[in-house]
T-cell receptor, first 117, second 114 residues
Framework: DGGITQSPKYLFRKEGQNVTLSCEQN?????MYWYRQDPGQGLRLIYY?????DFQKGDIAEGYSVSREKKESFPLTVTSAQKNPTAFYLC?????WGTGGFDQPQHFGDGTRLSIL | SQQGEEDPQALSIQEGENATMNCSYK?????LQWYRQNSGRGLVHLIL?????REKHSGRLRVTLDTSKKSSSLLITASRAADTASYFC??????????????FGQGTILTVHP
């Protein structure tokens, strides 16, 4: 079955440590996204990528970094510069609107819950 | 910034009743989408309505869109306990620096009691 796999499900970060969240998709989607969700809140966009080797900052990119070396993979690094990293992180993918039009739903993984030790 | 504002923040009903959730937004949109999130899980796409559409149905779901009021509603008819989840509206922006980005509201928590 096609889908998006996020790992790990739970992650703990020590002070001053960088951690990387994995996101892999086998839906053959060009576009991928990272969102942050805080308790009782909606999703906020961290980074998005419309094509391999290209990515754009979202609304809250400070303290985060990404890479897009393969179509299937879009890892997110939470750096030590992110002072409040505790949240639920969601990865999503979709057909890019530039090729498939605007009526493209996003498909989500089951998230990674990051906490501070 | 959050585009969508949802109302109510929480809704508690009995099985068999209808549930209505509302979403308001601020800027010009290309389409509006509704998603569902079960506790601790990712979001699942439910339905999409384009800016030139007024109403759309999918099974027990009915979505309306009023672009003059910049608002949308999601109606779930004959609700079931399995419908218990958080529901989010999301707007695809149609212009400016947010072109092509999906912006999510803060969600409505729906609890359906058996």
């Amino acid at each position: 079955d096609g889908g998006i796999t996020q790992s790990p499900k739970y992650l703990f970060r020590k002070e001053g440590q960088n951690v990387t969240l994995s996101c892999e998709q086998n839906l053959n989607h060009d576009a991928m996204y990272w969102y942050r969700q805080d308790p009782g809140q909606g999703l906020r966009l961290i980074y998005y990528s419309q094509i391999v080797n290209d990515f754009q900052k979202g609304d809250i990119a400070e303290g985060y970094s990404v890479s897009r070396e393969k179509k299937e993979s879009f890892p997110l690094t939470v750096t030590s510069a992110q002072k409040n990293p505790t949240a639920f992180y969601l990865c999503a993918s979709s057909i890019w609107w530039g090729t498939g039009g605007f009526d493209q739903p996003q498909h989500f993984g089951d998230g990674t819950r990051l906490s501070i030790l | 910034s959050q585009q969508g504002e949802e109302d109510p923040q929480a809704l508690s009903i009995q099985e068999g009743e209808n549930a209505t959730m509302n979403c308001s937004y601020k800027t010009s949109i290309n389409n509006l989408q509704w998603y569902r999130q079960n506790s601790g899980r990712g979001l699942v796409h439910l339905i999409l309505i384009r800016s030139n559409e007024r109403e759309k149905h999918s099974g027990r779901l009915r979505v309306t869109l009023d672009t003059s009021k910049k608002s949308s509603s999601l109606l779930i008819t004959a609700s079931r306990a399995a419908d218990t989840a958080s529901y989010f509206c999301a707007t695809l922006d149609a212009g400016g620096t947010s072109y092509g980005k999906l912006t999510f509201g803060q969600g409505t928590i729906l609890t359906v009691h058996p």
